[in-house]
């Protein structure tokens, strides 16, 4: 080889060498393209920190199924229960922000448990992307049929009369319906037991069979157990009555105030989630929130199918965290472990 075919050599392989150097460096040639969300036949799960049976796993499990044909991928339902949704919780928290894992979850769980629970570690301003509202509709509360009591007074006077003996149920300490059992109890002066469960399926099987005696419980739980007739509707823990519910008056029309906090159920993902991830999964969901089919599901249990966008819901979620901040407060609850 000469001089001359040995520098041209070494100048092309330097020239190589720099374009390609360029070529790492420069914004103008083209990325390799994300992945489109949701990748066909790969499934989404909804995680539910309840257990399978209840009404929000209904309502999960309904959405989930229009929800797949939206998206045109398999979408599924996980029970995670236990702990107060805090298992469940945890679970999407250390999930990647991919879109492919997210939770149906009460207000509750974000809005009472980082202000009951000791055990809580997760923050939910900050560990959860809000996706959208999925629903919202009141706590009843319902009393077993042994107990002679029709209407809120008449359980008071009942209670009283066998202080001690009395035992209410909830789907979870550091819920809404074991806060208004406890403000229920403090306002009135009842002498009572509070008996936590793992959702509105377990605590269902003891109301029924009258080991507790009476129980804040989702409206949907509520109207399937009194179809048992087992169980009695004394009154909504609303600001006003559910037009689902005409007949049940709330708790502030027969004498009770601060019982009076409307729930709903939310979608939510881990920190960090791609916005046009966000935005796929809340369009998809605003669709099925407003069939007809889905809006008639949800009514059936006195809850209203209703969408929102992202920040809607993180307002929501920020109001209703002070809502509760306030009456936890009231009552002097501190943090449990459970």
């Known amino acids: 080889m000469t001089a001359s075919s040995s520098f041209s050599s070494s100048l092309q392989r330097r020239r190589f060498a720099a374009w390609l150097a360029l070529g790492a460096a420069s914004p103008l040639l083209p990325a390799r393209a ?12 909804i995680v539910l920190g309840l257990a399978a049976g209840g009404a929000s796993d209904a309502q999960a499990r309904f959405v989930a199924n229009k929800l797949g044909e939206v998206l045109q991928t398999p979408v599924i339902v996980e029970n995670r229960p ?23 979850a009460p207000s509750s769980v974000l809005a009472q448990n980082p202000q009951t629970l000791a055990q809580v570690r997760y923050d939910p301003f900050k560990d959860l992307t809000p996706i959208s509202l999925g629903a919202r509709g009141p706590l009843v509360l319902t009393v077993h049929t042994s107990v002679p009591a029709r209407t809120v007074q008449e359980l008071v006077a009942y209670i009283k009369a066998n202080p001690g003996k ?19 109890a403090r306002q009135a002066g009842l002498d009572v037991v ?31 157990n009194t179809a048992t007739g087992k169980v009695r509707m004394l009154a909504v823990a609303a600001p006003k009555r559910s ?30 989630m791609p916005a046009p991830v966000v935005e796929k999964l809340n369009a998809a969901l605003a669709q099925v929130l407003a069939m007809p089919a889905t809006r008639d599901f949800f009514r059936q249990g006195a809850y209203e199918a209703e969408s929102s966008s992202p920040k809607q819901l993180a307002d929501l979620t920020r109001s209703t965290y002070g809502q509760w901040g306030d009456i936890i407060r009231k009552l002097g609850l501190v943090k449990q472990q459970q």
Do not use: C
């Not at 236990?82 to 149906?104: C, H, K, N, Q, W």
């Not at 035992?167 to 406890?182: C, L, N, P, R, V």
């Open 34 to 45: 994300a992945a489109p969300f949701p990748e066909k036949g790969r499934t989404v799960r």
């Open 82 to 104: 236990g702990a107060s949704f805090i298992l469940a919780t945890e679970e999407v928290i250390r999930s990647a922000p991919d879109g492919y894992t997210f939770m149906y």
């Open 166 to 184: 009395m035992s209410y149920a909830s789907f979870g300490t550091g819920t809404s319906s074991h806060i208004y059992g406890e403000a229920f």
């Open 194 to 224: 509070h008996v936590p469960y793992k959702g509105g399926a377990d605590a269902a099987k003891d109301f029924l069979a009258g080991r507790v005696q009476y129980y804040f419980d989702a409206a949907p739980n509520a109207i399937q």
């Open 243 to 272: 037009p689902m519910l005409p007949d049940v008056p709330t708790m502030g029309e027969q004498g009770v105030s601060g019982v009076d906090m409307p729930s709903w159920l939310g979608f939510y993902g881990p920190a960090r």
